[in-house]
C-alpha cells in the first residue's frame, strides 16, 4: 500500500464505484526536533514535515451525504451535511473529519456533500502528528477550488482539535503540516505565529525511532501540563502582571519564585522556559554546523522532559539511552507529546546501518517488540496532488 495517486484512484473506485476521483490532497506528518510542550506555552519550536502523510481523495456527490471512508481502518462515516453544526464527536476517528467540517461550516464555508477517501502513512499514535495531517488534508480536500489562507487553514485545524476532537493541543502539528519545507526544519514562533526556514548540516540525518508503545494516560496527562502551565503563569503574574505566558518568564525571573510556586508546578515551567531558550540555542549551533552541541541539547531536552515535565516513559527512556550509547549519535529524545510514541535521533549517515541494527536488537530483547524507524528526511507542506 502507498500513497501513490493509482492506489488511490483505484481504492476510491473500489470504495465508490462509477465515481471518478476528481482531486486528491496530500498533508505531511512531522517530527518536532526540539521544543517540546512550548507551543501552547506560546514559546518556540522546531519541527519538519515528513513524507509520510495522508491523502484525501474527493469526489462531489449527489444529495446531501459527506460519506468518508478510511482506507487504513476500512471503516466509514457517514453525516448529513445539514447536521454539521450539531454533530457530536463519537470519541474515534471521525472526529477529526468532522471538526474540520463543523469549523469550516462556523467560518462560513457551505461543506458539499462528497465522497471521501482518506489514506495515511503516518502511523498513528506515534507522535508523528497522524490528526493533524488528517485535519488538514480533509480540509482541503472540503475546501475544494475555494482558497484559504494557509496560516488561517493551520488555524482551523488546530481549532478542530481543541473545540471538537476535545484535544487542546498548541499550533505545532497543523502549522509544520501547512508550512513544511523540503531539505529545512521550521522554527516557530508560536506567539507570532512567524517561522524561519532553518537547513539542517548535512553531515548529520534524524531517524525516528517509534517505540510502538501509547500508554492511555497521555491525553489527561497534556491537559494536566496544560493547567499546570497555566498555574506557574498565574503565580509569575502576582509579582510581574504583564507576563501574559510563560514565553514571557526567562530562567532568571522564574528562579525568583523558588520559594513560592508549588515545587510541581515549578518544574513544569522550568521545562517550558529552558526548552524555550534550548531552541534557539539549537536553530544558532545548526547554522554554526556545531553538530555536537545540537546532540547535547537533544539530550538536555529529553532529560527535562523526562524529569521535570514526567511525560516521557520506560520505553522512551530505554531509547535514548540505548541510542545514546552508539557510535556516530550526537543526541536523541522523545518526539511529541510523550507517554509512548517515537524519539528523534541525530547521527552520522554513516552510523545509520549499526544504529539500526544495535537498537532494534536491544529493544526487542528488552520489550519483546519491535522498533519501526524512519529516516526523516523534510518533506513540503500540504497541497494537492495530480490524481493521474
Ligand atoms: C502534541 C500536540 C502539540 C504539542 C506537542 C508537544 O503533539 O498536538 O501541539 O503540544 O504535543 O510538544
Keep these: 500500500m502507498d500513497g501513490s495517486p493509482r ?5 476510491f473506485q473500489e470504495r465508490y464505484g462509477d465515481a471518478a476521483v476528481s482531486r486528491i490532497f496530500r498533508a505531511p506528518g512531522r517530527v518536532n526536533l526540539i521544543g517540546e510542550h512550548t507551543d501552547y506555552n506560546l514559546g518556540f519550536v522546531m519541527p519538519m514535515a515528513l513524507d509520510l502523510a495522508c491523502f484525501t481523495a474527493v469526489s462531489p456527490a449527489a444529495g446531501d451525504r459527506l460519506r468518508v471512508y478510511s482506507k487504513n481502518l476500512d471503516d466509514s462515516r457517514d453525516w448529513a451535511v ?72 493551520a488555524k482551523l485545524c488546530r481549532r478542530a482539535e481543541n473545540n471538537f476532537v476535545g484535544m487542546p493541543c498548541g499550533i505545532m502539528d497543523q502549522y509544520i503540516s501547512v508550512f513544511g519545507r523540503e531539505k529545512a526544519a521550521v522554527k516557530i514562533d508560536c506567539r507570532s505565529l512567524e517561522c524561519e526556514i532553518v537547513p539542517l548540516p548535512a553531515s548529520a540525518e534524524f531517524v525516528a525511532v517509534n517505540t510502538m508503545v501509547k500508554h492511555e494516560l497521555g491525553s489527561s496527562a497534556y491537559r494536566n501540563r496544560v493547567a499546570e502551565c497555566a498555574a506557574a503563569v498565574a503565580t509569575v503574574q502576582e509579582k510581574y502582571p504583564m507576563v501574559a505566558s510563560l514565553r514571557d518568564v526567562s530562567s532568571r525571573m522564574l528562579s525568583e519564585f523558588q520559594e513560592i510556586m508549588e515545587p510541581v508546578v515549578m518544574r513544569r515551567a522550568r521545562h517550558v522556559v529552558s526548552e524555550d531558550e534550548r531552541v534557539e540555542a539549537f536553530v544558532a549551533a545548526s547554522g554554526r554546523g556545531d553538530l555536537k552541541l545540537m546532540g547535547e541539547l537533544l539530550q538536555a531536552s529529553h532529560r527535562s522532559l523526562q524529569h521535570d515535565y514526567e511525560v516521557s516513559c520506560e520505553e522512551l527512556d530505554f531509547l535514548v539511552d540505548t541510542a545514546l550509547g552508539i557510535p556516530g549519535v550526537f543526541g536523541a529524545r522523545m518526539t511529541g507529546g510523550g507517554f509512548g510514541g517515537c524519539t528523534v535521533n541525530m547521527l552520522r549517515p554513516e552510523a545509520a546501518p549499526h544504529f539500526r541494527a544495535t537498537l532494534s536488537e536491544a529493544y526487542q530483547k528488552r520489550f519483546g517488540l519491535t522498533p519501526v524507524m524512519y529516516p526523516c528526511r523534510p518533506s513540503f507542506g500540504a497541497s494537492e496532488i495530480s490524481a493521474s
Excluded at 7 to 11: K, M, N, P, T, Y
Excluded at 131 to 147: F, M, P, Q, T
Design 7 to 11: 492506489f488511490l484512484v483505484q481504492s
Design 82 to 153: 445539514s447536521g454539521i453544526q450539531t454533530a457530536k464527536p463519537d470519541g474515534d476517528w471521525g472526529d477529526y473529519v468532522m471538526g474540520v467540517a463543523s469549523e469550516l461550516v462556523k467560518a462560513g464555508y457551505e461543506v458539499p456533500a462528497a465522497n471521501v477517501l482518506i489514506w495515511s502513512s503516518v502511523p498513528v499514535g506515534s507522535g508523528l502528528s497522524s490528526s493533524a495531517a488528517i485535519e488538514v488534508s480533509v480540509a482541503k480536500a472540503l475546501l475544494g477550488d475555494r482558497s484559504m489562507e494557509p496560516l488561517e487553514l
